[in-house]
């Protein structure tokens, strides 16, 4: 009987600057997606339950490279850098475009996608440019609505149609809302991770 998947024993294993810093392994990794400072590391540290494994900071911008975390040996949390932060220079955004193409696209070990958007906001151009790739790709993916505890609970259907329509998303794409502060989605993600990582989805 296969154990199932724990987010236990996280450890932070490099982070790529280029394609040929990616650790060479047979595991399965989930990436998190998303603009700068709409919580990606956030999310991974309240996943592995240990606030210092990513790094967080409240300039967007600041995740300049891929960053891999060992989960137990069993699989890959990937923060890839954000996108959208207008004050870095074009010549550092190529750069970091180059370097996510390059992950997505020939990336054997990637096995699923957490793509985040912020609550409050509607999705921007390059959430939508992004989650058209992934719908295109047909790659798991799961859409997660950050920073949950800065609206009411009235205004959660409204901004969740608003965020479906926008990415226009097709019936049966996952979507939860989260928060890093109370653990609102917590679980929801956990389950997302644990049927890509236990079940072997499809790629």
């Not at 296969?2 to 394609?19: L, M």
């Not at 990794?29 to 998303?34: D, I, L, N, P, Q």
């Not at 047909?138 to 609505?145: F, H, S």
């Not at 049966?172 to 917590?186: D, H, I, N, Q, R």
């Amino acid at each position: 009987m296969v154990s199932r998947v724990k987010f236990s024993n996280p450890r932070f294993e490099i982070s790529a600057y280029s394609s040929k810093d990616f650790p060479a392994h047979n595991n399965r990794e989930v990436a998190f997606s998303g603009r700068s400072n709409v919580g990606k590391s956030s999310m991974i540290n309240k996943l592995t339950n240990n606030n210092k494994l990513a790094r967080t900071s409240s300039q967007p911008g600041r995740t300049q490279s891929i960053n891999f975390y060992n989960i137990d040996d069993r699989f890959y949390l990937v923060d890839l850098p954000g996108y959208g932060f207008a004050r870095v220079p074009k010549k550092l955004k190529d750069k970091w475009s180059i370097l996510i193409d390059d992950y997505l696209h020939n990336r054997e070990n990637l096995a699923g996608i957490i793509q985040i958007v912020d609550a409050r906001h509607k999705p921007s151009r390059e959430d939508q440019m992004m989650v058209n790739w992934l719908m295109e790709t047909g790659i798991p993916t799961l859409i997660v609505a950050t920073k949950a505890d800065k609206i009411s609970r009235g205004q959660r259907a409204k901004q969740e149609k608003l965020i479906r329509e926008t990415l226009a998303l097709r019936a049966g794409v996952p979507f939860c809302f989260f928060s890093a502060k109370t653990g609102e989605g917590l679980k929801e993600v956990e389950s997302f991770i644990r049927d890509i990582i236990d079940n072997k989805g499809s790629q």
